[in-house]
């Protein structure tokens, strides 16, 4: 597509379920990531995928949280048993392949997740 | 959901005017730095990158500066618009060729009519 594409982009949910958050990157673009972003905080990596595989998953909070992708495209952030202070923006990119340097990171319009 | 960003540096322009936010970075190692804006309720949006070999780069009314000796980097808006409000954030490339990336936590513009 044109741009990175989040779904869904608002979502309320209850302490305890699980959610999963989407993302389809930009066409051709085989790197892909995933940052948190809380209210008034910088952006907080949570993973990276290069194609299909995630070299770095560093970022992710708690093993409640797990993220794959397929295709080398569409990947899918999970959260289970969410708490309250999960809530937060989750915000997707891509670039193309970060071997070279300056490759521009695009994000997307973000999924809002609200625990209550 | 707004990005608050209650604790966020704030400039406030009178409309016409020109801009200047400022972004300290982490790294002297780094070599490719990225500004990006995002307005209330959305994603980062890329405005404008440059590399470490330049000093300077120009797009449609934005300008970046970038000053290796003190590590700093400023992105200049002219004749600022109210569809300029927004948090602005400067992100680098910390390693280079990786996708390791430092974001800032932003400056909040705020246009005055």
């Known amino acids: 597509g044109a741009g990175v594409s989040q779904s869904p982009s608002n979502k309320v949910t209850e302490k305890g379920k699980d959610v999963e958050l989407r993302c389809d990157p930009i066409?051709?673009?085989?790197?892909l990531y995933w940052y948190r972003q809380s209210l008034g905080q910088g952006l907080e990596f949570l993973i990276y995928?290069?194609?299909?595989?995630?070299?770095?998953k560093s970022g992710l909070p708690s093993d409640r949280f797990s993220a794959e992708r397929t295709g080398g495209s569409v990947s899918t952030l999970t959260i289970q048993r969410t708490q309250q202070e999960d809530s937060a923006v989750y915000l997707c990119?891509?670039?193309?392949?970060?071997?070279?340097?300056?490759?521009?990171?695009?994000f997307g319009e973000g999924s809002w997740l609200t625990v209550v | 959901g707004e990005n608050v960003g209650l604790h966020l540096p704030t400039l406030s322009v009178q409309e016409g005017d020109n801009s200047i936010i400022n972004c300290a970075y982490s790294n002297s190692a780094s070599d490719y730095f990225i500004w990006y804006k995002q307005e209330s309720g959305k994603g980062p949006q890329f405005i404008i990158d440059?590399?470490?070999?330049?000093d300077k780069r120009q797009g449609q009314r934005v300008t970046v500066l970038l000053n290796k000796t003190v590590k700093h980097l400023s992105l200049q808006i002219a004749a600022t618009q109210p569809g300029d409000s927004a948090v602005y954030f400067c992100?680098?490339?910390?390693?280079?060729?990786?996708?390791?990336?430092?974001f800032g936590t932003g400056t909040r513009l705020k246009v005055l009519a």
């Open positions: 440059i590399r470490s070999n330049m």
């Open positions: 995928f290069q194609g299909n595989s995630a070299p770095d």
């Open positions: 066409s051709g673009h085989t790197a």
């Open positions: 992100a680098e490339n910390a390693i280079s060729g990786t996708y390791k990336y430092i």
């Open positions: 990119a891509s670039s193309l392949d970060p071997g070279n340097s300056g490759n521009t990171i695009y």
